[in-house]
């Protein structure tokens, strides 16, 4: 072998073993680029065109129509607030039940497995019939709920839940409290097991009493979990709204839509495409900046070097 | 207080806060496998609501059956789940560990990546991909199904996979190596069975996302040969009237198949899920 065949010999190597990180990772890379790219880029040229599914053949841009609309909308404000609420309330809600829950499961006991395994089903359920189950029992005719409410005297006769403004919206945090428990559960469970024995047994030496444990080693030590829990639910509650087509409709009268609701229902029963383009760019704006509020809060790009 | 006697207390709190627990949980599914034994009648007495069925009955699970062609949604069910399941794991698998085991130009950007679509709203992808699949001819198809089951359940998994790469010492992977392995029979005959916990789990995170699936059912399904369970049961919402008690029994059929699995794989989706969102 002459010496120009080896040099071109390990450049070959060193070629191939450049680009064989990318072999791994492009399949991934390249199909959620174009199925993710090519879906948002359309649906913000979409936010500016007149695109009604209605009228096919009639498809033109329209510059801030659809922007126009949007923010003019009566309910728009609605909208906002309903999305706050829901967002707020459920990942409060998830967070205190899992906190809870999490320390009971802390220690030991006879059965835990199975415990675990029960109280853990909901993440493993469909939104869709949870939130089946939850409108069936917070009917106002049938509904165990107002049965359980007037047995126990807090109420004299059924409220209509899901037809009341502000209380469809409750029905629908509920549900989604409920099915979220599992998951800040889970986590805060292995947080708080991965805090070693060691540093209890210091501050018992030290004469520590169950609070200060709780306040000064407990919580410090999950803290990077609870963050990163709730910055991760936070954006998958807000996504999440199938609970809101399910449970009500959104109604009554848009009192328990939220934003990506509202845009599902825009584009699918009032076919008006454009109006969703521009509901979606308005979400990609909001995603946007909350990925800088997570990047920042959550150290994310000191976390990912590791 | 005297230390046993605080211990004591602490244990009582303990019991009641577990016992609560169960019971939040297990209420629900209760009233809705005892609705679904219930006769009609008995299910919509306004007057009397029942906490134990006066008389047990699976007719509403015969009515289901009745109703809806139920073993056309399991089987179109089945195929799309089982389908994005697999693509998702060998897909995964691939990602996690050029992720897990390189050093390459670009990588902090592409873990961004995985991370920002996993926060993109499936609502702003479905309806540009309904017109794109539309234009395509795919519409009412159980690939559109699986191909958007496929790439809003990639992102957590391939980071999720990654973790459970890098807990996987180097060392075992030079020593194939030096026994003259390739990369792939490295990756196939010393990594994967090792791999099997990560394997489980993320074959479960996307059984589950595909299974339990409604929205993108309705919007890209529309015939009711082609529908999934939820969108096949969902069709018993009237405008007016709603089959609780066939809706209750066939809600209790689609939690059966991903709640027994959960139960059964419990420790390994733990594991994953702790891993995979922890740490990306």
Known sequence: ?306 | MTITKKKRLVNIVRFFVLGFNFLIVILPIYWMVITSLKTNPEIINAQKITYFPEVFTLENYISLFNMLDYSSYLYNSTIVTMLTSICVVILSILGGYGLARFKFKGKEGMLLFFLITQMIPSILVIIPLYIMFSKAGLINTRFSLFVFYMITNLPFCVITMRSFFERIPYVLEEAAYVDGCNKVQTLTKIILPVMFPGIVAVFVFAFIGAWNELIAGTIFINTPDMWTIPVGLKSLIGKYNVQWGALMAGGVLALLPTGIMFIFVQKYVVEGLTSGAVKG
Request: glycine letters at 8%; a neutral charge.
């Open chain 1, 1 to 306: 072998m002459n010496p120009k065949d080896s040099r071109q010999n390990t450049q070959r190597i060193k070629m191939k073993t450049m680009l064989e990180p990318y072999l791994f990772i492009l399949p991934v890379f390249i199909l959620l680029l174009f199925m993710f790219g090519y879906p948002l880029i359309n649906s913000i040229i979409m936010a500016f065109e007149n695109y009604k599914l209605s009228n096919i053949n009639d498809i033109y841009f329209n510059n801030f129509e659809n922007f126009k609309k949007l923010f003019g909308d009566s309910d728009f404000l609605l909208l906002i607030k309903n999305s706050l609420v829901y967002v707020v309330l459920s990942v409060a809600g998830q967070f205190l039940f899992g906190l809870v829950l999490a320390l009971a499961l802390k220690q030991d006991f006879k059965g835990r497995g199975i415990y675990q395994s029960i109280v853990f089903l909901p993440w493993a359920f469909s939104t869709f019939v949870i939130g089946l189950i939850f409108r069936w029992a917070f009917n106002g005719e049938y509904g165990v709920v107002n049965d359980v409410l007037i047995r126990l005297g807090i109420i004299d006769k059924g409220i209509a839940w899901l037809g009341t403004p502000g209380l469809s919206l409750a029905v629908i945090i509920i549900a989604m409290i409920w099915m979220g428990i599992p998951f800040f559960g889970i986590m805060i469970l292995a947080a708080l097991q991965s805090i070693p024995e060691e540093v209890y047994e210091a501050a018992d030496m030290d004469g520590c009493g169950m609070w200060q444990k709780f306040w000064l080693l407990t919580i410090p030590y999950i803290k990077p979990t609870i963050i990163i829990t709730i910055l991760l639910r936070t954006i998958w509650i807000f996504n999440s709204f199938d609970l809101v087509v399910i449970v009500t409709g959104g109604g009554p009268a848009n009192y328990s839509q939220t934003l990506p609701s509202y845009m599902y229902t825009k584009a699918f029963s009032g076919y008006d495409f454009g109006l969703a383009g521009a509901l979606g760019t308005l979400l990609m704006v909001i995603l946007g900046l909350y990925a800088v509020i997570f990047l920042k809060l959550s150290n994310y790009d000191k976390a990912g070097d590791f």
